[in-house]
C-alpha cells in the first residue's frame, strides 16, 4: 500500500479549514458581548404545601431550610395564626451586617431566634429585623421569593 502524500496534506488542510470555521460559527453565534449573566436556582422556593408547614411549625417551632435554589441563601419559615393562607413570615437566616458564619438560629424555650455569634441578641419569633423575603399562597402551595425579585407568574400583590 503506497501514501499519496499530496492528498494526504489536501485532506489534513480541508478539515483543519472545517474545523477553524466551524470554531469560527460558534464564536459568532455566541455574540460579541462581554457581559455574563449568570442566573442560579429559581426565583422562588415553591411546592411547599402550606397546611402542612403550618401545623410543623405550630407543634414544632420554625423550620429553617439551609440552601435554596443553589443561591447559598439559608432562610428560616415561619407561621402565627390558624390559616394557613395567612401569617406566613420568610427571612434570611445570615445575621444582618456579620460574618457569613453567623446565622440566625431558633431558641425554642425563649421563643426568640439568637445570633449564633452574639446569643444575647435576639429577634422575635415572625423574624422582624432580619432580612424578609415576600411569600404568598396559591392553591395551597406555600411559595417564597428568594430571588429578591417577584416572580413573573406570581398573583399580583403586596
Excluded: Y
Excluded at 404545601?49 to 407543634?59: G, K, P, S
Excluded at 428560616?76 to 393562607?85: E, F, L, V, Y
Excluded at 456579620?98 to 445570633?115: H, I, K, N, P
Amino acid at each position: 500500500m503506497r501514501l499519496d502524500v499530496p492528498r494526504a496534506i489536501a485532506v489534513t488542510m480541508a478539515g483543519l479549514a472545517a474545523a477553524v470555521g466551524a470554531l469560527m460559527l460558534v464564536l459568532w453565534l455566541a455574540g460579541s458581548t462581554d457581559a455574563i449573566e449568570v442566573k442560579l436556582g429559581d426565583p422562588d422556593f415553591r411546592g411547599i404545601h402550606a397546611a402542612d408547614l403550618a401545623t410543623e411549625i405550630a407543634r414544632n417551632g420554625p423550620v429553617p431550610f439551609p440552601d435554596l435554589a443553589g443561591r447559598d441563601r439559608p432562610i428560616w419559615i415561619t407561621h402565627a395564626g390558624d390559616d394557613p393562607a395567612f401569617g406566613w413570615a420568610a427571612f434570611s437566616a445570615r445575621v444582618p451586617g456579620r460574618e457569613a458564619r453567623c446565622l440566625v438560629q431558633w431558641d425554642g424555650t425563649a421563643s426568640v431566634f439568637t445570633d449564633s455569634c452574639a446569643p444575647e441578641v435576639t429577634w422575635p419569633p415572625d423574624g422582624d429585623g432580619l432580612d424578609q423575603m415576600a411569600w404568598q399562597v396559591v392553591e395551597g402551595e406555600l411559595r417564597v421569593d428568594v430571588g429578591g425579585t417577584r416572580p413573573a407568574d406570581w398573583e399580583a400583590g403586596p
